[in-house]
């Protein structure tokens, strides 16, 4: 079955160290999107990506990076610089038309300690 | 993008419909509506999407009034398993017929009761 994968569903990593989330679709969707979750809070984009090589900054970038090397596939790398990034991550896809829903990964909860 | 508007929380007996409000009284004209729901811990789930007609699939009905300025999302038959978050999304194509980015507010907590 197609779908999108996020792993892994926790994640442990000390202050300072960066940490890498994967995502990986086999959907054949153009589009992937970050986006972070706080407890009781709405969604917020950190980056998107709408084709293979591009990508661009969501609302809270800072700390964050992205690569997008196959349209299969969006990591991302949460840096030291993030200063505060204990948080529920999440992953979606979607075909890149304003008529066409998300998919959305089952997330994983990052824990600094 | 239009910004929504929904009620924080809400409460439905299982069984009965549950309709969910959203105001989105900016939306221009070919911003789509969509919605999500999102299960507590999991990635949100999308429910359904309209432009301008009604719209129905096998998990819930969509009303847009006619002049576009609010919608309700409708459970015909709200179950234990509905209890989510409820997120009312406005998307605008980005220029080219291409999509934007959707932008998630809090949403509307449906708690169903037995």
């Known amino acids: 079955d197609g779908g999108i994968t996020q792993s892994p569903k926790y994640l442990f990593r000390k202050e300072g160290q960066n940490v890498t989330l994967s995502c990986e679709q086999n959907l054949n969707h153009d589009a992937m999107y970050w986006y972070r979750q706080d407890p009781g809070q709405g969604l917020r984009l950190i980056y998107y990506s709408q084709i293979v090589n591009d990508f661009q900054k969501g609302d809270i970038a800072e700390g964050y990076s992205v690569s997008r090397e196959k349209k299969e596939s969006f990591p991302l790398t949460v840096t030291s610089a993030q200063k505060n990034p204990t948080a529920f991550y999440l992953c979606a896809s979607s075909k890149d038309r304003a008529n066409y829903g998300y998919t959305f990964g089952s997330g994983t909860r990052l824990t600094v300690v | 993008d239009a910004k929504t508007t929904q009620p924080t929380s809400m409460d439905c007996a299982e069984g009965r419909a549950a309709n969910l409000p959203c105001n989105h009284s900016?939306?221009?004209?070919?911003?789509?509506v969509y919605w999500y729901r999102q299960i507590h811990s999991q990635g949100p789930q999308y429910i359904i999407h309209g432009l301008k007609n009604n719209e129905t699939n096998e998990m819930a009905s969509l009303i847009i009034t006619e002049d576009r300025k609010s919608s309700t999302l409708i459970l015909p038959h709200a179950t234990l398993r509905d209890t989510a978050v409820y997120y009312c999304i406005v998307r605008l194509p980005s220029g080219t017929g291409t999509a934007s980015k959707l932008t998630f507010g809090t949403g509307t907590r449906l708690q169903v009761t037995l």
């Open positions: 900016t939306i221009s004209g070919n911003e789509y």
